[in-house]
């Protein structure tokens, strides 16, 4: 598959926006180190998180258009650490990109958004598009709502699918791919949280700097 590079984050001078990790500039054995410190060993991973690996954030950003933003399967390209050149394939709404965790890996998305609830379901799954069986749920909430302040709260919640432990679809991987994506469970609540916190960085770069939150590359 070749993918072209999608204009992610174009309306955002380099550098401006400080702390922004993504495999462009922090490649994974430079950020592995920094997710490990994020993690804590004094208590055990499956006690605090067991099934689930919540996330959250406060973002200073309107709801109704973090949503809209949320809403639209390539804003991936910009937050998310590493999964890039988003192209959609010949069934609609159904999206194709590289997940650079493994070599050779694509990773497949389906986008299911409710306006009225501002809830966002990514359907995913790496090496194949017929059974999206990673599901990321997502609820954006209005702040003033829960925080009496303008604003946006980010819930993320992802759960643990048996088929973290092993590939069902082996046969479609790439081959003498070394890793499988739930080799990294154990570090889906640090990861979760730098993708979360990119997120969050870039809605409240460009509210504060009168940008709309969607940009117009996406539109």
């Known amino acids: 598959m070749t993918t072209s590079a999608l204009p992610a984050l ?8 400080p702390g922004i990790l993504r495999i462009e500039n922090s490649d994974r054995e430079a950020t592995t180190p920094i997710i490990m410190d994020m993690l ?19 973002i200073e950003a309107p709801p109704r258009e973090v ?19 988003f192209t959609e394939t ?9 997940d650079r965790l493994g070599p050779d890996t694509e990773i497949y998305t389906r986008t299911v958004a409710h306006p009225d609830a501002m809830t966002v379901d ?3 799954a790496w090496d194949q598009g017929r059974h999206l069986w990673m599901v990321y749920l997502m ?8 925080f009496d302040k303008p604003g946006s709260v980010v819930l993320w919640v992802n759960c643990h699918h048996p088929f973290y432990d092993e590939n069902p679809y082996p046969e479609a991987a790439p081959p003498k791919r070394p890793v499988w994506v739930g ?10 949280q730098l993708e979360l ?23």
Not at 40 to 58: E, I, K, L, N, T
């Open 122 to 124: 990514y359907h995913c």
């Open 40 to 58: 804590r060993s004094v208590y055990p991973h499956d006690q605090v998180f067991g099934q689930f690996c919540p996330v959250q954030a406060y």
């Open 10 to 17: 174009s309306d955002i001078p380099d550098r401006e926006i």
């Open 90 to 98: 010949e069934e609609p709404g159904l999206w194709v990109a590289r």
């Open 67 to 85: 949503f809209d933003y949320l809403a639209d399967t390539r804003c991936l390209e910009e937050w998310t650490y590493s999964l890039r050149g």
């Open 197 to 219: 916190d990119n997120l969050k960085a870039i809605c409240e770069y460009r509210a504060a700097h009168g940008l709309p939150i969607t940009p117009d590359w996406m539109k």
């Open 183 to 192: 080799d990294f469970w154990e570090m889906f609540s640090a990861g979760h």
């Open 139 to 146: 609820r954006v909430v209005d702040a003033q709502v829960v």
